[in-house]
């Protein structure tokens, strides 16, 4: 067992680099990296973001980045947290799933209120007499396909916690969420960083080529314009 906080902190002052220096090359705030260093895990956003940062610092200042998380995990890591927070983003979601069930039903209601209206008009038109004008042919008009976006996530196999984040672990997020089987979520633009509970369950597209995730264990995927690379969280 060893310091985790001391060991970065000596390691970046071996090499004379001072935090604001190491916050652009990591693109990890500075406050983030000097509560690394002091060990105030509380003040990162989750759990998930304390391992790819610890990650991405340690392998920043030269040191083996999996060492300092299994000794974080060993250390700090509460083996029902990811239950607690999984079970409240399943509330969420089934308020947001009936949401949208409340919107087809007005929706289709719509379209027969719209429906009825029409056919009242053609037979009223229909005891008038009046000579039905043959439709109108119009040329079809050939849209170009739309683009397929860059980043794809389904869960195809059962539900999964997902996090992504714009370029890296610091960046902004784009979503933090469950998805549950069937669900899909998609991203344009060339720089992601991933962060998935349970990989086995999910579809991963990357220009349209499938990730080959591997494990059953917590997985980061970093996304850049030339590719994807990914690992154990």
């Keep these: 067992m060893f310091e985790i906080g001391n060991s970065l902190r000596e390691a970046r002052a071996r090499r004379q680099i001072p935090l604001g220096q190491a916050e652009g090359a990591t693109k990890i705030r500075g406050k983030y990296l000097r509560a690394l260093e002091e060990e105030r895990f509380d003040l990162l956003p989750a759990e998930t973001y304390v391992k790819g940062f610890l990650r991405t610092y340690a392998d920043y200042l030269g040191l083996d980045g999996q060492l300092y998380v299994d000794e974080y995990n060993s250390r700090f890591v509460i083996d029902d947290e990811w239950s607690r927070r999984r079970g409240s983003r399943g509330a969420a979601g089934g308020h947001e799933r009936r949401v949208q069930a409340n919107v087809v039903l007005i929706a289709l209601g719509a379209i027969a209120i719209l429906t009825v209206v029409v056919i009242s008009a053609w037979k009223a038109a229909g005891n008038g007499h009046v000579a039905a004008q043959p439709p109108k042919r119009h040329a079809a008009v ?88 990914g690992h154990a969280a």
Excluded: M
């Excluded at 784009?174 to 060339?190: H, I, P, S, V, Y």
């Excluded at 962060?195 to 970093?222: D, M, S």
């Design 142 to 229: 050939r849209r170009p396909a739309a683009l397929a976006p860059y980043l794809e996530i389904t869960a195809a196999k059962g539900p999964s916690k997902v996090i992504v984040n714009r370029t890296g672990a610091g960046g902004k997020i784009l979503f933090e969420g469950t998805l549950e089987r069937g669900d899909t979520q998609a991203f344009n633009g060339k720089s992601f960083w991933l962060n998935v509970g349970a990989p086995e369950n999910l579809v991963i597209t990357v220009a349209g080529r499938r990730v080959h995730v591997a494990g059953l264990q917590p997985w980061v995927l970093t996304v850049t314009p030339s590719g994807w690379h």
